[in-house]
């Protein structure tokens, strides 16, 4: 049974950091690659951010680049977003993925930044 489980969010202030974790189970983590996604109040779900299988290779959205890094560790099925400098706008439900995608996703965790 395929499982993504999210952890790691909070409440933050503006300019403050989280760090994500997604621990997956239920398919060979360590031959897709994973992506970070969210998604706002009333807006559509996002790609954030993605990496390569061995994790070789990372892309970010322009609205994160400089300021968010993700990384995985295959030998704990578990991929990582660490957010820092964080905003306002950031304030979201983030999910992860496989690439391909999974049809169904986990819960998510929420981030919400705000003094």
């Known amino acids: 049974q395929v499982q993504l489980v999210e952890s790691g969010g909070g409440l933050v202030q503006p300019g403050g950091s989280l760090r994500l974790s997604c621990a997956a189970s239920?398919?060979?983590?360590?031959?897709?690659?994973m992506r970070w996604y969210r998604q706002a109040p009333g807006k559509e779900r996002e790609l954030v951010a993605r990496i390569t299988s061995a994790g070789s290779s990372t892309d970010y959205a322009d609205s994160v680049k400089c300021r968010f890094t993700i990384t995985r560790d295959n030998a704990k099925n578990t991929v990582y977003l660490q957010m820092n400098s964080l905003k306002p706008e950031d304030t979201a439900v983030y999910y992860c993925?496989?690439?391909?995608?999974?049809?169904?996703w986990g819960q998510g965790t929420q981030v919400t930044v705000s003094s």
């Open positions: 993925n496989r690439y391909p995608p999974f049809a169904s």
């Open positions: 239920g398919f060979t983590f360590s031959s897709y690659a």
